[in-house]
């Protein structure tokens, strides 16, 4: 009997295999952002919550009009479980171009979309349809930075596991939300001073057979290196590769290698107020 205790406890107490890494390829460059700084938070922010490993595309400089060349390979997404979009290139305008990104994704492929990746290739105008579907929304502008509140809608999703009610921010570039296409949900919003009006900041999308999650915060560093928005890509890039479980928490083996301050020269790691209060009472 105690020799049954002991081997189930050895059973017990020994830790499962992690699953096989997700393959995660980043696509970053482009007007107006810190793209060198961006794509650091992102890779490691993610991959401290998740089980992923990530390949990065960073190419155009600052220009607008750059044509990443990643996706002239017409099977340029087929080995990647996620592609993180991240990029911003506006003045683009080769709706044959933009087709070779969409159907890549249209196939099955998952897609994360942020900020700017919302206004690239908009130089297309009706061209660009396809990639704002497959996104979800359709944006082309934003308003002035200012200070914004965050709310979060009365969805239940398990992205939403712990995102706050309310989320400030001291300063954020609230982009204009012209349009929601038919099978994006809308998950967040923010009132604009500018347009005295709300604009959805984050949805989950379904394009073809792909699932998608986007967001457009994400101009400022201090933004994305918080726990509040890194926590809640990091529950987008499960829930599209189908690793977050209905708890908002992610399946067995898709864990990451454990919340740490992403320390970068002047710019402060900012802790979620909902979990560090939960952590706090749990102390
Ligand atoms: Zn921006």
Redesign the pocket.
């Known amino acids: 009997m105690r020799l049954l205790s002991i081997l189930l406890l050895v059973f017990v107490s020994t830790p499962l295999t992690a699953a096989e890494p997700l393959k995660g390829l980043i696509i970053t460059g482009g007007c ?2 810190d793209y060198e700084t961006q794509k650091r938070i992102i890779a490691e922010g993610i991959s401290q919550r998740v089980n992923i490993v990530w390949d990065v595309v960073h190419e155009g400089g600052s220009e607008r009009d750059h044509k990443v060349s990643t996706y002239s390979d017409p099977d340029w997404a087929t080995k990647y479980d996620v592609i993180v979009h991240n990029e ?1 290139f506006g003045g683009v305008a080769d709706p044959e171009f933009i087709k070779s990104i969409t159907q890549a994704h249209f196939k099955g492929v998952p897609g994360i979309f942020i ?2 990746s919302l206004h690239s290739y908009r130089a297309a105008e009706a061209g660009a349809d396809p990639w704002r579907e497959l996104i979800g929304v359709t944006s082309r502008s ?1 308003e002035k930075h200012h200070p914004i509140k965050v709310r979060r809608l009365d969805v239940k999703h398990p992205v939403l596991k712990d995102f706050p009610k309310e989320w400030e921010l001291s300063m954020a ?1 609230l982009y204009k939300i012209e349009h929601v296409w038919d099978n994006c949900t809308p998950l967040a919003v923010a009132y604009g001073e500018d347009t005295k009006q709300d604009h959805f900041v984050a949805w989950v999308n379904k394009f073809g057979n792909a699932r998608v999650f986007g967001t457009s915060l ?2 400022h560093n201090e933004t994305m290196n918080s726990d509040v928005w890194l926590g809640l890509v990091s529950r987008g890039v499960l829930w599209v590769t189908g690793k977050l479980g209905e708890d908002g928490e992610p399946v067995e083996g898709y864990a990451g290698t454990g919340i740490k301050p992403i320390e970068l020269p002047g710019l402060k790691p900012i802790p979620n107020p909902k979990t560090s209060q939960k952590s706090a009472a749990a102390r």
């Open positions: 107006c952002h911003c900020h700017c934003h570039e994400g101009h």
